[in-house]
């Protein structure tokens, strides 16, 4: 299976699981603005955050629009040896053929989009994300609508690398 085939696969799964979580209490840990989630059967663990602030803008103009949740994840799953795995759900179908853009303090990454999910390329790619992450002091995701809605959400990065670590003690 290809890395984005699985990416794929993961996202499906992390959406039923964060779905879960959002109505159940295995939330094991909150560190400043990151979460930390352990699911069972399987055995998933992840950080995962909101954003503090999103822009909308259509034509230059910002717009108001409906958007379901806007969650960016990093999550372990030991079964399938995933380690360190980011993925944002941006609350809409994202438009066909245009990458997502990451920028951590300058630091920019490109993730494939798929439906209303986006990922890195490879786990090298995740790698380096979490790295700049943890160094970083906030994280903004660029993407556009299939309706040509470009969204901007701004996530801190406050309580990150105690968050990552935590989720990756828990599924060691």
Do not use: H
């Not at 295995?26 to 602030?53: G, H, L, M």
């Not at 995740?126 to 809605?149: E, F, L, P, W, Y």
């Amino acid at each position: 299976m290809t890395y984005t085939k699985f990416a794929l696969t993961a996202a499906l799964a992390i959406s039923a699981t964060f779905a879960t979580a959002q109505v159940t209490t295995n939330r094991v840990a909150a560190e400043k603005d990151w979460s930390v989630f352990v699911a069972e059967n399987p055995k998933e663990c992840f950080a995962v955050t909101q954003p503090k602030e999103t822009v909308n803008t259509r034509g230059g103009q910002v717009v108001s629009v409906t958007r379901s949740d806007i969650r960016f994840f990093v999550f372990y799953r030991p079964g399938a040896n995933v380690k360190g795995q980011v993925a944002f759900t941006g609350g809409y179908p994202f438009a066909e053929g245009r990458g997502v853009t990451l920028d951590v303090d300058g630091s920019k990454f490109t993730l494939s989009a798929k439906g209303e999910w986006a990922w890195p390329a490879s786990a090298e790619e995740d790698a380096k994300i979490v790295n700049a992450m943890k160094r970083g002091a906030s994280a903004t995701i660029t993407a556009q609508s299939g309706r040509g809605t470009v969204t901007k959400d701004t996530f801190s990065l406050s309580g990150f690398t105690k968050a990552v670590t935590t989720a990756a003690q828990n599924c060691s």
